[in-house]
């Protein structure tokens, strides 16, 4: 992806000098996957993609619930599970330093 393309972030946290927020307040970080087995986009597909499980385990017809009360039930189904990530990719933001200019001065290139 090219992030030049993307637009204006929800929101942006200043994090360093004269911001009151000191940059060693972030140090050992970690990236997290958050697996959500049951989750609204893989929780909605269960139905669907586990139909033996999902008549077994069906809670008031939610795909979502179901999922939940299947997992709960079998968690040695989980036991071993294994994921293939392609990528992670991190972006940092680039500032400029803005040249110091006299506040009285014009550009010439005006």
């Known amino acids: 992806p090219d992030p030049s393309t993307w637009g204006l972030p929800y929101a942006y946290f200043a994090i360093g000098k004269d911001t009151g927020c000191s940059a060693d307040h972030f140090k050992n970080m970690r990236i997290?996957?958050?697996?959500?087995?049951?989750?609204?986009?893989?929780?909605?597909?269960?139905?669907?993609?586990c139909p033996k499980e999902s008549k077994e385990f069906n809670v008031t017809n939610d795909p979502v619930l179901t999922c939940d009360a299947y997992i709960k039930s079998n968690p040695e189904a989980l036991k071993e599970a294994y994921w293939k990530i392609k990528g992670v990719y991190v972006y940092e933001r680039e500032f400029e330093t803005p040249e110091k200019t006299d506040k009285g001065s014009q550009s010439q290139e005006e």
């Not at 958050?34 to 139905?47: H, I, P, T």
């Open 32 to 49: 997290v996957f958050n697996l959500a087995f049951c989750g609204n986009v893989s929780g909605n597909r269960f139905f669907r993609e």
